[in-house]
């Protein structure tokens, strides 16, 4: 009898989620999620999970088809898909959002975070909720931040253990002009470029070298046309779920609702898999040939102490404010 009673009360409460799930306001949707990494990067693993989340809490009807290898553009051009309505969803880099909100320049300013901890309790937390806000009056909804990681730099000249040792090395950057102006304060030349023509550029030379997360590294083939891995960690990079609010304002409240609540689960799914891969990162590059330089805390104490200008340069031109609000954040956290 206790055996037929659990059963008929596992059989109502499936009933129960089915109903709700019918009794949602949801229409059958392709969604179109671009990103710039390839299908089995971090990036591509973690659309994967989203699509497959989205579907299950919507019984289906509500499809993300993932774009991989920045096949819709580059994230920039993304954006602009997104704002005009031309696509769905993207995820990308915070740091070329600074063209649309300046204050996501924040983000990108050196040695800003101690560890991974810091960074979740502020991009999760009212300040990164708060700057992420700022994007809807743009035409574009941000619902999580994923973790890009700390980046690092290789290059085919020399290995990078000192300051010195960038002098006069073409290093690939993101558009953003607080990367531009940090890695020519340390002495390397700073050459903006989209991340879609980054491997032609490192392959024909065009650039000696380029700055990313360990993970990117390995799984866009870099160690290919690169030599030398040096783990500066010198930026924390967040890469932001994006939806566009031309196409989100036309969704039910059912379909935001599902659709935040898989971006959050794909967010803790692509957290937990990024830092268990770049563990697994160095040791790979390693294996495919790549010299790989531990800088020390001493040098990374020069390269905090050349990069203060930027933290400066940002104040200056309005970021002030932004910054102390910032900082006040990550105190709180470490205490």
Do not use: C
């Amino acid at each position: 009898m206790k055996k037929l009673v659990n059963a008929l009360a596992i059989a109502l409460a499936l009933a129960g989620i089915a109903g709700s799930v019918q009794a949602a306001d949801y229409k059958p949707r392709i969604i179109r999620f671009g990103y710039g990494l390839a299908e089995d990067s971090n990036q591509g693993r973690a659309v994967k999970f989203f699509a497959e989340d989205l579907a299950k809490r919507t019984d289906g009807k509500m499809k993300a088809k993932g774009f991989a290898s920045a096949s819709l553009g580059s994230d920039t051009q993304m954006q602009n898909a997104l704002i005009g309505g031309a696509q769905e969803m993207m995820v990308g880099s915070t740091a070329t959002l600074v063209g649309i909100v300046k204050d996501f320049g924040v983000y990108d300013l050196p040695f800003l975070f101690n560890n991974e901890k810091e960074a979740d309790a502020v991009l999760d937390g009212p300040f990164g909720q708060k700057l992420a806000a700022k994007l809807q009056e743009k035409g574009l909804v941000g619902l999580v931040y994923w973790e890009n990681g700390f980046r690092n730099l290789t290059n085919t000249k020399r290995p990078v253990a000192k300051l010195e040792d960038l002098q006069g090395i073409k290093l690939r950057v993101m558009q953003n002009p607080v990367y531009i102006d940090m890695f020519n304060s340390f002495g390397a030349n700073a050459v903006p470029l989209p991340f879609s023509e980054l491997f032609t550029a490192l392959e024909t030379k065009t650039v000696d070298g380029q700055e990313n997360p360990v993970n990117t590294i390995q799984s866009s083939k870099f160690y290919e046309v690169q030599k030398y891995l040096s783990l500066t960690k010198h930026v924390y990079s967040p890469w932001i779920v994006l939806a566009s609010k031309k196409w989100w304002d036309g969704l039910s409240a059912d379909e935001k609702k599902v659709i935040q609540e898989a971006a959050v689960a794909s967010r803790e799914f692509e957290r937990k898999d990024s830092r268990e891969a770049a563990i697994k990162a160095v040791d790979f590059l390693k294996q495919k040939g790549m010299q790989v330089t531990v800088v020390s805390d001493t040098e990374l104490a020069r390269m905090r102490e050349k990069a203060k200008p930027a933290f400066d340069k940002f104040s200056a031109e309005g970021g002030a404010d932004l910054i102390k609000e910032l900082q006040g954040e990550i105190t709180k956290v470490r205490k």
